[in-house]
C-alpha cells in the first residue's frame, strides 16, 4: 500500500486568514493523480481539488490552491480567505493502479 | 439524480450475525470501491471492482466478501461480524478508477458490532 503522511493531525485558523496543509506521499509511479478531499462533520466527502502529476502547473480552485512538489513527493493544500465552512477533516489521495490511498487527515477548525 | 446510493445508514449487529451492506449508483460507473473509516486511520480500501465480474482486494479485505453480478451495484458482505470492525463504511464510484475523474461517494453506514 502507498504510505501518505499528513504531519498535522489538527490545525486551526481565524477566519479570512490563510493556512496551508501538508502532505507527503511515496509512490514509484510516474504518472497518477492527487486529491484533496474535505469531509464536514455531516460526514459527506467533498472533492475540493485535483492534481495530474503530469503537469507542472499548481492546481488552483477559487480560494483553494496547491503547492506540488513531484520530485520531494509533496502536495499541500492552502486556503486563502479562510470561512466557517471550511471547518472539516482534510484528506490528501493519491490515486495510483486503480486504487485511491487516503491520509490520516488533518481536522481543521475555522475560528470566527 | 441519486448519485450512490448507500444502505442501511445504521446497524447494530451480533458477534457472529452476518450482514450485507448495499451500493448502488446510477451513474454507469465502471469502478465502484468500498473503505471503512475508523478514528484516527482516514479510509482504508476493503475491495474494489473495475467493473462487472471483476473484483480485487484492497488493503484491509480480511472478513468482507464483494460481488459485482452488475455495473450499478457493489455489495459489501460480512459473514461473521466481529467486534474489529466496527466502523464507519464508505462506497464509493468512479467512471475509470483512474484519477481522470474524482470519486463520488455514498452516505455512509455506521457499523457497531456487539
Known amino acids: 500500500a502507498q504510505t501518505v503522511t499528513q504531519s498535522q493531525p489538527e490545525m486551526s485558523v481565524q477566519e479570512a486568514e490563510t493556512v496551508t496543509l501538508s502532505c507527503t506521499y511515496d509512490?514509484?509511479?510516474?504518472?497518477?493523480?492527487l486529491f484533496w478531499y474535505k469531509q464536514p462533520p455531516s460526514r459527506q466527502m467533498i472533492l475540493v481539488i485535483r492534481q495530474e502529476a503530469y503537469k507542472q502547473q499548481n492546481a488552483t480552485e477559487n480560494r483553494f490552491s496547491v503547492n506540488f512538489q513531484k520530485a520531494a513527493k509533496s502536495f499541500s493544500l492552502k486556503i486563502s480567505d479562510s470561512q466557517l465552512g471550511d471547518t472539516a477533516m482534510y484528506f490528501c489521495v493519491p490515486n495510483t493502479g486503480n486504487q485511491f490511498y487516503f491520509g490520516t487527515g488533518t481536522s481543521l477548525t475555522v475560528i470566527p | 439524480n441519486a448519485g450512490v446510493t448507500q444502505t442501511p445508514k445504521f446497524q447494530v449487529l451480533k458477534t457472529g450475525q452476518s450482514m450485507t451492506l448495499q451500493c448502488a449508483q446510477d451513474m454507469n460507473h465502471e469502478y465502484m470501491s468500498w473503505y471503512r473509516q475508523d478514528p484516527g486511520m482516514g479510509l482504508r480500501l476493503i475491495h474494489y471492482s473495475v467493473g462487472a465480474g471483476i473484483t480485487d482486494q484492497g488493503e484491509v479485505p480480511n472478513g468482507y466478501n464483494v460481488s459485482r453480478s452488475t455495473t450499478e451495484d457493489f455489495p459489501l458482505r460480512l459473514l461473521s461480524a466481529a467486534p474489529s470492525q466496527t466502523s464507519v463504511y464508505f462506497c464509493a464510484s468512479s467512471a475509470t478508477g483512474t484519477g481522470v475523474e474524482k470519486l463520488f461517494f455514498g452516505s455512509g453506514t455506521q457499523l457497531s458490532v456487539l
Open positions: 509512490t514509484s509511479e510516474n504518472n497518477y493523480y
